[in-house]
């Protein structure tokens, strides 16, 4: 019977082998035989080692094996024997071995000794030979790289996103190997991970970076954020240098520097299974409960070593990615970094307390980075109280298939009881739901939105249970509103029809749908920034969902992009969180409102902190107030309240009361002054004195007058006696026309400044050709001064003018759409239509040109053609570099490909359809 030594050694011989090592014994040593050879007890100076590590002929590192259940936290002591105890002649990289391991097979420790401060870290595995000599070949190794770090450039950046980053960058440099990042919903926490992705890559050099996200759709908007992120003082975009791969399938582009999927595909492709899409659909918030099964354990997987990645970035996913899919994260040898608006206990024990940044929802309330919120509670008896369907054999009541949605017909023997929380999953009451509805119906604009006309409800997001009771709300709600199907739609995974991705993208930027009814789909993640209505229509247990699900409500946005969906807004300032099933009451650790004050007026709020009220409700209400108040100011106004407070700004003075009350804050400053010993009345002392401070600025007549003032300034009167009529209803053309008439002025000022306004304006249509850049710098332009205008609203506002002329809508975040409407402003286009459409038709024309000249294109070369196309669409311009880079040209074969398949006329051919397709 083998020892217990003895099956460890087999366990760690399995592994080496399914690394890539060759297993040699001490009689038939062949250092030369692979370029990774492990030698049995290999003689050395101090003695025989378990293993000796040869990469590429010569020596590099050792392992000690123990038997299973040894701790192995010395072991590494006893390795450093023979680390320096080399024979002379023996052949090596360095005077030492560099590369230290110690194993029992279940678990394995490794040391690096050209790490500043060689530390043994726990892996899974072994690393394979190939990476080993990587390393060899390296001037310095990752660890040392993230400790000389250059100073980061703070363009672009919030003070929060500084803040992440470095903290980011010096807990790396310590070589911590888990950090996580709190940022508010808003803040931009994948702008942020762009950012400090592509420091890891340029300047610590790392190989590659794995984005983990809850759910599919979530990966395709992480996707659009790297290709629309341009690094300060880089001349190119993010995707323009590294490629970034949205995991569809199991194969990794081994040339991906970062790459996003879900943990389920992730666990899947380790365990050599193939994943059904709908699979990777679903948020872990409501697929992964707590009495899921326990995932089947992983195994090594040798086409996915565990140096795969150098960092994991787990993106707002759900708590079990710390428990029940811990597993999947662990198995490789990287440095985790966590993202989240809403950290759970749970995971703030994963990432062992070390939280490097911290930017809670209040405090981006306050800096006017998020809105505000206020919960309106309905109740009704049956959400409360449930009900009772007869049962007395001589009636019949309907029963619907869940699965098929068939009703037939059935005589209940009894009544049925059922509570609050039966219904919409055993039992359907259609009066409650349209009860919900009728009351959100009538009192929206006379108490939630009192500002409004009344002819465009606000958008507004309900939560539902299920797929079922969200096509039950969707019908109600229909016939609630009279109006049609456009205006409310069910957005799920188990739409029919319609493309759930198409329906987002529509409540996100068109005036319909006005209510969109989800269960998770867009429950997290997602961003719809016109929402100014959440209606929970089902509770939450967990206090992470519900913090995910009321981040959908928070965006802010700009007026005018508000307005192009809601016509009768005008600023977002907060959105109403309307609690239907009592969600906001069970309990869960969730952000207060701000706003706790709302029957007190402002100026009485004012009067009150004059006169001595110090309590956090009526500083909480206060900061609130302000902060709302800041973002409606123009700089004027905020200059009259800084010259009467010795320079800071209503949004300053909110901050100064969070401040006060914050209790970080307040156990910060004790410390700060009494130490970490301070009595309860020092305490008591150091809080008062914040508060006061907080203060005194409303000690002041003149700042409380001029803030009535400006504030009196930025309501209206309403008069409710004088009667009035409407003349005329329909969409507000004197608002689109004041847009077509800032663009057309926008472009005539800037004709002899922008390099593609010159081209456009000077060359004739069929000689206009432009360049990515080109195109940039003028939306950029149009973006970064007023009127502050994107393709999008100038689009919405052609289409509000002239319906007849505008064909379909602009792809988010494509640039060259800005062509097609530069084109149609300058009347060298009939209609405004997507520049994809342009590309297309004028493609079919050079593709019936080219038969005409004789040269006829087979199967495969029309496919390349179209996917060039489709590139140069997006790009404007193509480059022999971008078939190497671009996952749909790379991924058939790239430029070795395609060169030989269009030969000899590859270069004139590329030519010939840029100027075909963009000029």
């Known amino acids: ?187 931009g926490k994948t702008f942020t991970a762009c950012s400090f992705s592509y420091r890891l890559i340029k300047e610590a050099g790392a190989k590659r970076i794995l984005f983990l996200v809850d759910r599919n759709n979530l990966g395709d908007q992480t996707l659009k954020e790297f290709q629309n992120f341009h690094p300060p003082g880089a001349a190119n975009r993010f995707t323009d240098t590294y490629i970034v791969q949205h995991l569809h399938s199991s194969r990794l582009d081994p040339d991906a520097k970062v790459v996003i999927t879900t943990i389920q595909r992730l666990y899947a492709m380790l365990r050599g299974k193939e994943l059904a899409p709908e699979d990777e659909e679903q948020s872990g918030f409501e697929k992964w409960s707590a009495d899921a099964a326990s995932q089947p354990p992983i195994e090594y997987n040798p086409d996915i070593p565990i140096e795969t990645f150098d960092f994991i970035v787990t993106d707002e996913c759900h708590r079990s990615i710390y428990g029940l899919w811990r597993q999947v994260l662990e198995y490789f040898d990287a440095s985790i970094i966590g993202l989240t608006a809403t950290p759970s206990k749970h995971t703030l024990g994963f990432f062992n307390q070390n939280l490097v940044a911290e930017y809670p929802y209040e405090r981006s309330v306050a800096d006017g980075v998020n809105v505000g919120y206020e919960v309106y509670r309905i109740r009704t008896r049956v959400t409360e109280q449930g009900g009772t369907v007869e049962g007395d054999g001589e ?48 009192r929206v604009f006379t108490e939630l939105f009192t500002d409004r006309s009344g002819d465009w409800l606000p958008k507004t997001l309900i939560f539902a249970k299920d797929d079922a009771h969200a096509e039950e709300i969707v019908t109600i709600a229909r016939e609630v509103f009279g109006e049609g199907n456009d205006f409310a739609k069910k957005i799920t995974y188990r739409n029919t029809g319609e493309d759930p991705k198409a329906l987002i993208k529509a409540f996100r930027v068109d005036p319909f749908p006005r209510i969109a009814v989800t269960v998770d789909m867009i429950a997290t993640g997602t961003d719809i920034k016109p929402v100014e209505v959440l209606i929970f229509m089902r509770d939450v247990k967990s206090e992470g969902y519900y913090e995910q699900m009321k981040g959908r409500g928070v965006r802010t946005i700009p007026d005018a992009d508000l307005r192009a969906v809601t016509p009768d807004a005008k600023t977002k300032t907060r959105f109403v969180l309307i609690d239907a099933v009592g969600v ?40 609130a107030r302000l902060a709302a108040l800041d973002r409606k100011l123009g700089d004027a106004d905020r200059m009259r309240v800084a010259e009467l407070t010795g320079g800071r700004t209503p949004r300053d003075l909110a901050n100064a009361l969070l401040d006060a009350i914050d209790v970080d804050k307040q156990q910060a400053r004790v410390r700060e002054e009494h130490g970490p010993f301070a009595t309860a009345e020092q305490e008591a002392a150091v809080v008062s004195a914040m508060t006061e401070s907080a203060c005194v600025p409303f000690d002041k007549p003149a700042v409380r007058t001029a803030l009535k003032d400006i504030k009196a300034r930025t309501d209206v009167v309403i008069d409710e006696v004088t009667t009035d009529e409407v003349l005329s209803a329909g969409f507000d053309a004197k608002r689109a026309q004041e847009t077509v008439t800032s663009f057309r002025t926008f472009i005539e000022e800037h004709r002899d400044e922008l390099t593609a306004l010159q081209i456009l304006y000077n060359q004739p249509v069929g000689r206009q050709r432009l360049t990515y850049a080109q195109i940039r710098e003028l939306v950029q332009r149009m973006t970064d001064a007023p009127p502050y205008l994107t393709t999008a609203t100038v689009w919405q506002a052609y289409k509000r003018l002239d319906a007849a002329k505008v064909r379909g809508a602009p792809v ?69 570099a971008d078939f190497q880079e671009v996952p749909s040209l790379a991924d058939q074969g790239g430029l070795l490909k395609a060169r030989p398949l269009f030969a000899p006329r590859f270069d004139e051919m590329l030519d010939d359809l840029q100027t075909a397709l963009v000029a």
């Open 1 to 187: 019977m083998p020892t217990p030594e003895q099956i460890a050694r087999q366990t760690i011989d399995r592994l080496l082998s399914a690394a890539g090592w060759i297993l040699q014994d001490r009689d038939a040593f062949d250092r030369t035989a692979s370029l990774g050879v492990a030698v049995r007890e290999f003689p050395l100076t101090s003695g025989y080692c378990d293993y000796l590590l040869f990469v590429d002929g010569k020596a590099a590192g050792v392992i000690e094996a123990k038997p299973s259940g040894v701790t192995l936290s010395g072991v590494a002591e006893q390795s450093d024997k023979y680390m320096g105890a080399l024979p002379q002649h023996l052949a090596r990289w360095d005077d030492m071995l560099l590369y230290d391991y110690e194993s029992t097979g279940d678990e394995t420790f490794f040391r690096n000794l050209r790490d500043p401060k060689p530390r043994s870290r726990r892996l899974f595995a072994f690393h394979r030979p190939e990476t080993l000599r990587e390393w060899l070949m390296q001037p310095k190794t990752l660890r040392a790289a993230l400790r000389d770090m250059p100073v980061l450039d703070k363009t672009g950046l919030r003070d929060c996103q500084v803040e992440a980053i470095e903290g980011l960058e010096k807990s790396l440099a310590e070589d911590k190997p888990r950090a996580l990042i709190q940022l508010a919903t808003g803040a």
């Open 395 to 442: 009636f019949q009541v309907p029963v619907r298939d869940k699965r098929t949605r068939k009703v037939r017909y059935e005589s209940l023997d009894a009544d049925m009881d059922y509570t609050g929380q039966d219904l919409d999953r055993s039992v359907v009451n259609p009066n409650q739901i349209r009860t919900v509805l009728q009351t959100y119906r009538d």
């Open 584 to 623: 906001s009451e069970t309990k869960k650790n969730v952000s207060q409102p701000l706003e706790r004050k709302r029957t007190v007026s402002f100026e009485a709020l004012l009067e009150q902190i004059a006169m001595g009220r110090r309590d956090e409700d009526a500083l909480s209400s206060l900061a």
């Open 812 to 880: 988010d975040e494509q640039l060259t759409e800005v062509v097609s409407l530069v084109r149609f402003a300058l009347g060298q286009a009939d209609a405004l239509e997507p520049f994809a459409s342009v590309v297309e038709q004028r493609f079919n024309l050079w593709l019936g040109r080219e038969k005409k000249a004789g040269r006829d294109y087979t199967a495969e070369q029309e496919g390349w053609l179209r996917a060039i196309a489709a590139f140069i669409a997006a790009n404007a311009e193509i480059a022999p």
